[in-house]
């Protein structure tokens, strides 16, 4: 299985910023998906995951109301559409897939394949 993120760059505070995750090598039916971001020194902290049994996203506290997570299945990838961007919003952002599709979602536990982290940097 493979996860390919991209859609990283450098974008001024109140900018936009849409990540893709693409999946290869496995079904995407079964399949979550969720967003990851880690600044250096610090852990790596959920963001949002799309899960394949439910049409409602989750969403961290910090994402929710300015990030939107959503699924195509005919592309096999998921996007991240980051709005309102913050200074604090600046790490290395990953997708992550599991077949877990309840709660264990939020937890980078769940997941057992990774992508390789996509930099996003946010200017004040």
């Known amino acids: 299985v493979q996860l390919q993120a991209s859609g990283g760059g450098l974008v001024q505070a109140g900018g936009s910023l849409r990540l893709s995750c693409a999946v290869s090598g496995r079904s995407f039916m079964r399949y979550s998906v969720g967003w990851f971001r880690q600044i250096p020194g610090k852990e790596r902290e959920f963001v949002a995951a799309a899960s394949w049994r439910t049409s409602t996203p989750s969403y961290a506290d910090s994402a929710r109301g300015r990030f939107t997570i959503s699924r195509d299945s005919a592309k096999n990838t998921v996007y991240l559409q980051m709005n309102s961007l913050k200074p604090e919003d600046t790490a290395v952002y990953y997708c992550?897939?599991?077949?877990?599709?309840?709660?264990?979602?939020?937890?980078?536990?769940?997941?057992?394949?990774w992508g390789q982290g996509t930099l996003v940097t946010v200017s004040s």
């Open positions: 992550a897939g599991s077949p877990s599709s309840g709660t264990t979602i939020y937890y980078r536990r769940a997941y057992n394949d």
